[in-house]
Protein backbone atom coordinates (compact mmCIF):
# COMPACT_ATOMS: atom_id res chain seq x y z
CA UNK A 1 0.00 0.00 0.00
CA UNK A 2 1.22 3.37 -0.42
CA UNK A 3 2.35 5.77 2.10
CA UNK A 4 -0.63 7.60 3.51
CA UNK A 5 -1.41 11.40 1.38
CA UNK A 6 -1.48 12.98 5.06
CA UNK A 7 1.89 11.41 5.63
CA UNK A 8 4.55 14.33 7.47
CA UNK A 9 7.34 12.48 5.26
CA UNK A 10 5.90 13.77 2.38
CA UNK A 11 7.08 17.17 0.87
CA UNK A 12 3.88 18.27 -0.02
CA UNK A 13 3.00 18.13 3.92
CA UNK A 14 6.30 19.81 4.98
CA UNK A 15 8.45 16.62 4.70
CA UNK A 16 12.02 16.66 3.07
CA UNK A 17 11.76 16.43 -1.02
CA UNK A 18 13.49 14.16 -2.76
CA UNK A 19 15.09 16.05 -4.84
CA UNK A 20 15.41 19.76 -5.00
CA UNK A 21 18.40 20.22 -7.62
CA UNK A 22 17.06 21.21 -10.98
CA UNK A 23 16.50 18.93 -13.93
CA UNK A 24 17.79 19.78 -17.34
CA UNK A 25 16.27 22.93 -18.86
CA UNK A 26 15.10 23.30 -22.15
CA UNK A 27 15.85 24.32 -25.20
CA UNK A 28 19.36 23.19 -25.29
CA UNK A 29 21.52 25.63 -26.89
CA UNK A 30 24.93 27.28 -26.97
CA UNK A 31 26.97 29.48 -28.87
CA UNK A 32 26.46 27.91 -32.35
CA UNK A 33 22.82 29.78 -31.91
CA UNK A 34 23.30 32.50 -31.07
CA UNK A 35 26.36 32.88 -33.56
CA UNK A 36 24.11 31.25 -36.65
CA UNK A 37 21.64 34.27 -35.63
CA UNK A 38 24.56 36.92 -35.59
CA UNK A 39 25.54 35.39 -39.12
CA UNK A 40 22.20 35.64 -40.83
CA UNK A 41 21.62 39.63 -38.86
CA UNK A 42 25.10 41.04 -39.94
CA UNK A 43 23.94 39.40 -43.45
CA UNK A 44 21.41 41.55 -44.11
CA UNK A 45 19.37 39.06 -45.74
CA UNK A 46 16.43 38.00 -43.82
CA UNK A 47 14.37 36.11 -46.07
CA UNK A 48 14.93 33.48 -48.32
CA UNK A 49 13.94 35.24 -51.34
CA UNK A 50 16.82 37.73 -50.83
CA UNK A 51 19.10 35.30 -52.31
CA UNK A 52 19.49 34.81 -55.97
CA UNK A 53 20.18 31.78 -58.22
CA UNK A 54 23.21 32.90 -59.33
CA UNK A 55 25.04 32.79 -55.26
CA UNK A 56 24.63 29.00 -55.29
CA UNK A 57 28.16 26.50 -55.82
CA UNK A 58 25.61 23.67 -57.59
CA UNK A 59 29.17 21.99 -57.41
CA UNK A 60 28.91 21.87 -52.97
CA UNK A 61 25.54 20.64 -52.01
CA UNK A 62 26.60 21.16 -48.42
CA UNK A 63 27.02 24.88 -49.10
CA UNK A 64 25.46 27.23 -46.45
CA UNK A 65 27.30 30.73 -47.56
CA UNK A 66 25.55 32.94 -49.91
CA UNK A 67 22.24 30.50 -49.39
CA UNK A 68 19.03 31.03 -47.93
CA UNK A 69 19.18 28.70 -44.19
CA UNK A 70 15.31 28.41 -44.98
CA UNK A 71 16.42 26.59 -47.98
CA UNK A 72 19.52 24.52 -46.39
CA UNK A 73 16.83 24.13 -43.38
CA UNK A 74 14.64 22.17 -45.44
CA UNK A 75 17.05 19.76 -47.64
CA UNK A 76 18.78 18.64 -44.41
CA UNK A 77 15.38 18.37 -42.42
CA UNK A 78 13.97 16.37 -45.51
CA UNK A 79 17.35 14.32 -45.84
CA UNK A 80 17.06 13.32 -42.07
CA UNK A 81 13.68 11.86 -42.49
CA UNK A 82 14.24 10.09 -45.77
CA UNK A 83 11.50 12.63 -47.95
CA UNK A 84 11.92 14.14 -51.15
CA UNK A 85 10.37 17.76 -50.58
CA UNK A 86 10.16 19.81 -47.68
CA UNK A 87 8.16 22.91 -47.44
CA UNK A 88 9.70 25.60 -44.28
CA UNK A 89 6.62 27.68 -42.35
CA UNK A 90 5.80 29.93 -39.70
CA UNK A 91 4.29 26.52 -37.20
CA UNK A 92 3.22 23.53 -37.17
CA UNK A 93 -0.74 24.53 -36.79
CA UNK A 94 -0.62 26.14 -40.30
CA UNK A 95 1.93 23.29 -42.16
CA UNK A 96 -1.42 20.94 -41.35
CA UNK A 97 -3.42 23.76 -42.87
CA UNK A 98 -1.50 23.57 -45.90
CA UNK A 99 -1.55 20.22 -46.26
CA UNK A 100 -5.46 19.60 -46.29
CA UNK A 101 -5.53 22.68 -48.76
CA UNK A 102 -2.77 20.26 -50.91
CA UNK A 103 -5.14 17.51 -49.86
CA UNK A 104 -8.19 19.25 -51.86
CA UNK A 105 -9.74 19.07 -48.56
CA UNK A 106 -13.26 21.47 -48.72
CA UNK A 107 -15.92 22.64 -46.66
CA UNK A 108 -17.88 19.72 -45.39
CA UNK A 109 -15.45 16.82 -45.88
CA UNK A 110 -14.77 14.83 -42.90
CA UNK A 111 -11.42 14.02 -41.24
CA UNK A 112 -10.72 11.15 -39.10
CA UNK A 113 -8.37 12.21 -36.51
CA UNK A 114 -8.08 11.80 -32.64
CA UNK A 115 -9.29 13.44 -29.68
CA UNK A 116 -6.16 13.08 -27.23
CA UNK A 117 -4.25 15.79 -29.02
CA UNK A 118 -3.01 19.29 -28.61
CA UNK A 119 -6.15 20.94 -30.53
CA UNK A 120 -4.01 22.67 -33.74
CA UNK A 121 -5.15 18.89 -35.13
CA UNK A 122 -8.68 20.00 -34.89
CA UNK A 123 -8.34 23.92 -35.48
CA UNK A 124 -6.54 22.82 -38.67
CA UNK A 125 -9.51 20.79 -40.04
CA UNK A 126 -12.47 23.23 -38.96
CA UNK A 127 -10.39 26.60 -40.46
CA UNK A 128 -11.47 24.34 -43.96
CA UNK A 129 -14.95 24.16 -42.65
CA UNK A 130 -14.84 20.35 -42.78
CA UNK A 131 -16.01 18.40 -39.92
CA UNK A 132 -13.29 16.00 -37.09
CA UNK A 133 -14.62 12.94 -36.43
CA UNK A 134 -12.88 11.36 -33.73
CA UNK A 135 -11.95 7.66 -32.89
CA UNK A 136 -11.04 6.64 -29.26
CA UNK A 137 -7.33 5.96 -28.15
CA UNK A 138 -5.63 3.17 -27.46
CA UNK A 139 -5.65 2.70 -23.93
CA UNK A 140 -2.08 1.49 -23.98
CA UNK A 141 0.01 3.62 -26.90
CA UNK A 142 -2.50 7.02 -26.35
CA UNK A 143 -2.58 7.00 -30.39
CA UNK A 144 -5.94 6.97 -32.06
CA UNK A 145 -7.37 3.11 -32.15
CA UNK A 146 -6.98 2.28 -35.69
CA UNK A 147 -9.20 -0.66 -35.47
CA UNK A 148 -12.08 2.08 -35.21
CA UNK A 149 -11.55 4.08 -38.24
CA UNK A 150 -13.17 1.80 -40.55
CA UNK A 151 -16.26 2.25 -39.35
CA UNK A 152 -16.29 5.89 -39.42
CA UNK A 153 -16.19 6.38 -42.87
CA UNK A 154 -18.50 8.06 -44.51
CA UNK A 155 -19.03 9.07 -48.38
CA UNK A 156 -18.04 12.16 -47.33
CA UNK A 157 -14.78 11.00 -45.68
CA UNK A 158 -11.73 12.43 -47.58
CA UNK A 159 -8.67 12.05 -44.79
CA UNK A 160 -6.78 10.83 -42.02
CA UNK A 161 -4.72 12.68 -39.79
CA UNK A 162 -3.08 10.36 -37.50
CA UNK A 163 -0.65 11.72 -34.30
CA UNK A 164 2.37 10.47 -33.59
CA UNK A 165 1.57 10.64 -29.78
CA UNK A 166 4.64 11.41 -27.67
CA UNK A 167 6.96 10.47 -30.35
CA UNK A 168 5.31 7.13 -30.36
CA UNK A 169 4.32 6.22 -34.07
CA UNK A 170 0.52 5.20 -34.58
CA UNK A 171 -0.25 1.62 -36.51
CA UNK A 172 0.33 3.25 -39.91
CA UNK A 173 0.20 0.11 -41.86
CA UNK A 174 -3.30 -0.57 -40.87
CA UNK A 175 -4.35 3.19 -41.56
CA UNK A 176 -2.45 3.32 -44.72
CA UNK A 177 -4.35 0.16 -45.79
CA UNK A 178 -7.40 1.81 -45.04
CA UNK A 179 -6.69 4.76 -46.73
CA UNK A 180 -5.70 2.83 -49.83
CA UNK A 181 -9.14 1.10 -49.80
CA UNK A 182 -11.27 4.34 -49.40
CA UNK A 183 -9.15 6.67 -51.32
CA UNK A 184 -7.79 8.66 -48.67
CA UNK A 185 -5.09 10.97 -47.60
CA UNK A 186 -3.18 10.47 -44.66
CA UNK A 187 -1.42 12.97 -43.31
CA UNK A 188 0.80 12.82 -40.48
CA UNK A 189 0.74 14.64 -37.74
CA UNK A 190 4.20 14.22 -36.27
CA UNK A 191 4.52 17.42 -34.01
CA UNK A 192 6.24 15.23 -31.18
CA UNK A 193 8.12 12.77 -33.70
CA UNK A 194 11.44 14.32 -34.86
CA UNK A 195 13.86 11.19 -35.75
CA UNK A 196 11.58 8.76 -35.25
CA UNK A 197 12.12 5.49 -37.11
CA UNK A 198 10.32 2.76 -38.07
CA UNK A 199 11.75 -0.62 -38.88
CA UNK A 200 15.55 0.97 -39.20
CA UNK A 201 14.35 2.41 -42.54
CA UNK A 202 11.34 4.64 -42.25
CA UNK A 203 10.87 7.71 -40.45
CA UNK A 204 7.71 9.58 -39.09
CA UNK A 205 6.14 12.49 -40.95
CA UNK A 206 7.10 9.80 -44.47
CA UNK A 207 4.98 7.53 -43.49
CA UNK A 208 1.50 9.13 -45.30
CA UNK A 209 1.06 10.98 -48.03
CA UNK A 210 1.96 14.25 -46.34
CA UNK A 211 3.62 14.87 -42.76
CA UNK A 212 3.30 17.82 -40.19
CA UNK A 213 6.34 19.22 -37.63
CA UNK A 214 6.45 21.89 -35.31
CA UNK A 215 9.34 23.47 -34.04
CA UNK A 216 7.66 25.47 -31.08
CA UNK A 217 9.94 26.03 -28.12
CA UNK A 218 8.82 22.87 -26.15
CA UNK A 219 9.72 20.82 -29.04
CA UNK A 220 12.38 18.53 -29.85
CA UNK A 221 13.66 20.60 -32.41
CA UNK A 222 12.67 24.01 -30.69
CA UNK A 223 13.21 27.47 -32.82
CA UNK A 224 10.78 29.19 -30.68
CA UNK A 225 7.63 29.19 -33.65
CA UNK A 226 8.40 27.29 -37.00
CA UNK A 227 7.09 24.18 -38.59
CA UNK A 228 7.96 21.49 -41.92
CA UNK A 229 5.90 19.90 -44.55
CA UNK A 230 7.54 16.54 -45.26
CA UNK A 231 6.48 14.64 -48.61
CA UNK A 232 7.59 12.14 -51.67
CA UNK A 233 4.79 12.98 -53.92
CA UNK A 234 5.55 16.35 -56.49
CA UNK A 235 2.27 17.21 -56.69
CA UNK A 236 1.80 17.39 -53.18
CA UNK A 237 4.86 19.44 -53.09
CA UNK A 238 3.95 22.37 -55.60
CA UNK A 239 0.47 22.87 -54.02
CA UNK A 240 2.04 22.82 -50.42
CA UNK A 241 5.03 25.76 -51.99
CA UNK A 242 2.72 27.86 -53.65
CA UNK A 243 0.03 28.28 -50.80
CA UNK A 244 2.64 28.92 -48.00
CA UNK A 245 4.03 31.53 -50.36
CA UNK A 246 0.34 33.11 -51.36
CA UNK A 247 -0.37 30.96 -54.07
CA UNK A 248 3.21 31.80 -56.87
CA UNK A 249 4.49 29.45 -58.97
CA UNK A 250 8.22 29.01 -59.21
CA UNK A 251 9.24 30.80 -62.66
CA UNK A 252 5.79 32.58 -62.91
CA UNK A 253 5.84 36.50 -62.46
CA UNK A 254 6.57 37.40 -58.64
CA UNK A 255 2.78 39.58 -58.42
CA UNK A 256 1.00 36.52 -60.50
CA UNK A 257 -0.71 34.62 -58.07
CA UNK A 258 -2.66 31.10 -58.62
CA UNK A 259 -3.99 29.70 -55.20
CA UNK A 260 -5.87 31.24 -52.36
CA UNK A 261 -2.56 31.11 -50.22
CA UNK A 262 -0.68 32.47 -47.12
CA UNK A 263 1.82 34.21 -46.39
CA UNK A 264 3.39 31.13 -44.69
CA UNK A 265 7.39 31.41 -45.40
CA UNK A 266 9.77 30.54 -42.69
CA UNK A 267 12.52 33.42 -41.88
CA UNK A 268 16.00 32.87 -42.02
CA UNK A 269 16.83 34.03 -38.42
CA UNK A 270 14.15 30.69 -37.32
CA UNK A 271 16.17 28.37 -39.95
CA UNK A 272 19.18 29.24 -39.14
CA UNK A 273 18.35 28.17 -35.53
CA UNK A 274 16.69 25.30 -36.55
CA UNK A 275 19.80 23.70 -39.08
CA UNK A 276 22.22 23.96 -35.18
CA UNK A 277 19.14 21.91 -33.27
CA UNK A 278 18.71 19.29 -36.00
CA UNK A 279 22.39 18.38 -35.64
CA UNK A 280 22.15 17.74 -32.09
CA UNK A 281 18.73 15.67 -32.26
CA UNK A 282 19.67 12.16 -33.15
CA UNK A 283 21.80 12.41 -30.24
CA UNK A 284 19.13 13.93 -27.71
CA UNK A 285 16.68 10.95 -29.11
CA UNK A 286 19.33 8.17 -28.24
CA UNK A 287 20.02 9.77 -24.74
CA UNK A 288 16.30 9.74 -23.96
CA UNK A 289 15.36 5.98 -25.64
CA UNK A 290 18.42 5.09 -23.10
CA UNK A 291 17.33 6.79 -20.47
CA UNK A 292 13.37 5.69 -20.96
CA UNK A 293 14.06 2.46 -21.00
CA UNK A 294 15.70 2.42 -17.69
CA UNK A 295 13.27 4.55 -16.01
CA UNK A 296 10.00 2.64 -16.99
CA UNK A 297 11.49 -0.93 -15.87
CA UNK A 298 11.78 0.26 -12.74
CA UNK A 299 8.35 2.34 -12.83
CA UNK A 300 6.92 -0.50 -14.22
CA UNK A 301 6.80 -2.27 -10.55
CA UNK A 302 4.91 0.25 -9.04
CA UNK A 303 1.96 -0.33 -8.03
CA UNK A 304 -0.86 1.18 -10.35
CA UNK A 305 1.67 2.52 -12.82
CA UNK A 306 2.24 1.44 -16.53
CA UNK A 307 4.26 3.21 -18.92
CA UNK A 308 2.45 3.63 -22.46
CA UNK A 309 3.35 0.38 -24.59
CA UNK A 310 5.78 2.06 -27.98
CA UNK A 311 4.74 0.43 -31.63
CA UNK A 312 6.48 -3.15 -31.34
CA UNK A 313 8.70 -1.90 -34.96
CA UNK A 314 9.96 1.60 -33.40
CA UNK A 315 13.82 1.27 -33.78
CA UNK A 316 14.06 5.23 -33.28
CA UNK A 317 11.81 7.11 -30.28
CA UNK A 318 11.63 10.92 -29.51
CA UNK A 319 10.13 10.25 -26.46
CA UNK A 320 8.60 14.24 -26.52
CA UNK A 321 6.69 12.78 -23.81
CA UNK A 322 7.38 9.94 -21.15
CA UNK A 323 3.98 8.69 -20.87
CA UNK A 324 2.33 6.93 -18.08
CA UNK A 325 -0.89 5.40 -17.37
CA UNK A 326 -2.03 5.46 -13.28
CA UNK A 327 -4.98 3.19 -11.59
CA UNK A 328 -5.51 4.98 -8.66
CA UNK A 329 -7.64 2.06 -7.61
CA UNK A 330 -4.51 -0.48 -7.75
CA UNK A 331 -2.40 2.28 -6.52
CA UNK A 332 -4.07 2.29 -2.64
CA UNK A 333 -7.02 5.15 -3.66
CA UNK A 334 -4.58 8.28 -3.91
CA UNK A 335 -6.11 10.05 -7.12
CA UNK A 336 -3.95 10.97 -10.50
CA UNK A 337 -4.33 14.82 -9.69
CA UNK A 338 -3.33 14.58 -6.23
CA UNK A 339 -0.20 11.84 -7.11
CA UNK A 340 1.26 14.78 -9.78
CA UNK A 341 0.91 17.67 -6.72
CA UNK A 342 2.84 15.37 -4.27
CA UNK A 343 5.33 14.08 -7.21
CA UNK A 344 6.08 18.09 -7.91
CA UNK A 345 6.79 18.83 -4.32
CA UNK A 346 9.13 16.44 -4.22
CA UNK A 347 10.59 17.98 -6.66
CA UNK A 348 9.63 15.42 -9.72
CA UNK A 349 8.19 17.87 -12.30
CA UNK A 350 5.28 15.89 -14.13
CA UNK A 351 1.38 17.35 -15.44
CA UNK A 352 -2.00 15.26 -16.47
CA UNK A 353 -1.14 17.31 -19.90
CA UNK A 354 -5.00 17.28 -21.77
CA UNK A 355 -7.59 17.48 -18.37
CA UNK A 356 -10.09 17.33 -21.47
CA UNK A 357 -10.29 16.06 -25.01
CA UNK A 358 -10.45 17.95 -28.21
CA UNK A 359 -14.15 17.26 -28.67
CA UNK A 360 -14.88 19.15 -25.08
CA UNK A 361 -13.31 22.24 -25.71
CA UNK A 362 -15.80 25.59 -25.29
CA UNK A 363 -16.15 25.99 -29.41
CA UNK A 364 -16.53 22.83 -30.77
CA UNK A 365 -20.39 23.29 -29.72
CA UNK A 366 -20.51 27.18 -29.63
CA UNK A 367 -23.02 29.52 -31.30
CA UNK A 368 -19.92 30.91 -33.22
CA UNK A 369 -18.80 28.10 -34.37
CA UNK A 370 -22.40 25.89 -35.51
CA UNK A 371 -23.36 29.40 -36.89
CA UNK A 372 -19.92 29.31 -39.20
CA UNK A 373 -21.09 25.91 -40.54
CA UNK A 374 -24.67 26.64 -40.82
CA UNK A 375 -23.94 29.68 -43.13
CA UNK A 376 -22.46 26.90 -45.47
CA UNK A 377 -25.38 24.49 -45.38
CA UNK A 378 -23.06 21.98 -43.07
CA UNK A 379 -24.31 20.28 -40.35
CA UNK A 380 -21.62 19.49 -37.13
CA UNK A 381 -22.51 16.50 -35.03
CA UNK A 382 -22.78 17.29 -31.26
CA UNK A 383 -19.65 16.73 -30.05
CA UNK A 384 -20.65 16.15 -26.69
CA UNK A 385 -21.84 12.67 -27.41
CA UNK A 386 -18.19 11.96 -28.09
CA UNK A 387 -17.77 11.27 -23.70
CA UNK A 388 -19.45 7.94 -24.47
CA UNK A 389 -17.86 7.24 -27.78
CA UNK A 390 -14.37 7.49 -26.72
CA UNK A 391 -13.65 6.46 -22.80
CA UNK A 392 -10.07 5.20 -22.74
CA UNK A 393 -9.88 9.51 -24.00
CA UNK A 394 -12.01 10.45 -21.26
CA UNK A 395 -9.99 8.33 -18.12
CA UNK A 396 -6.83 9.71 -20.00
CA UNK A 397 -7.90 13.35 -19.55
CA UNK A 398 -9.84 13.19 -16.31
CA UNK A 399 -7.78 10.60 -14.18
CA UNK A 400 -5.04 8.27 -15.90
CA UNK A 401 -2.53 9.82 -17.64
CA UNK A 402 0.89 10.80 -16.34
CA UNK A 403 3.23 13.53 -18.63
CA UNK A 404 6.66 13.46 -18.15
CA UNK A 405 8.65 16.54 -20.08
CA UNK A 406 11.51 15.00 -22.76
CA UNK A 407 13.88 17.36 -20.97
CA UNK A 408 13.72 15.10 -17.71
CA UNK A 409 15.31 12.53 -20.30
CA UNK A 410 18.44 14.42 -20.84
CA UNK A 411 20.07 13.85 -17.43
CA UNK A 412 21.96 11.21 -16.37
CA UNK A 413 21.11 7.76 -14.19
CA UNK A 414 21.09 9.30 -11.09
CA UNK A 415 18.45 12.06 -12.91
CA UNK A 416 16.26 8.74 -13.40
CA UNK A 417 17.00 7.77 -10.18
CA UNK A 418 15.44 10.46 -8.11
CA UNK A 419 12.37 10.44 -10.35
CA UNK A 420 12.26 6.59 -9.62
CA UNK A 421 12.51 7.54 -6.13
CA UNK A 422 9.48 10.14 -6.08
CA UNK A 423 7.38 7.71 -7.62
CA UNK A 424 8.61 4.85 -4.98
CA UNK A 425 8.09 6.96 -2.26
CA UNK A 426 4.37 8.08 -2.45
CA UNK A 427 3.59 4.65 -4.85
CA UNK A 428 4.72 2.68 -1.74
CA UNK A 429 4.90 1.96 1.92
Known amino acids: MPVSFDSPTLAIN????????PFPSWPVHNDSETDAVAVVAKSGKWWRCAYSADELDTKNTDQIEGRSRVDVFEERFAKAHGAK??????????????????????????????????????????????????????????????????GLITKRTKAIIPVHFSGNLC???TINAIARQHDLVVIEDAAHAHGVELNGSQYAGTLGDMGC??????????????????????????????????GRHAGELWYKHFHQGWNARMNEFTAAIGIVQLERLFEQNARR????????????????????????????????????????????????DDLIDALNAEGIPCLAGYTFPNYANPFMNSEETQSRYAAASITLPDYAAYTERCPH????????????????LLGDKSDMDDIIAGFTKLLTK
Open 14 to 21: GGTPVRTR
Open 85 to 150: YAVAVTNGTVALEIALRAAGIRPGDEVITTPYTFIATSLCIMNQLAVPVYTDINPHSYNMDASQIE
Open 171 to 173: DMQ
Open 213 to 246: FSFQESKNVATGEGGMLLTNDKRYYDMAFSLHHL
Open 289 to 336: MENSAYLCSALAELPGLEPCRNHPDLTKHSHHLQMLRYDADAAGGMSR
Open 393 to 408: TERACYSEAIWLEHRL
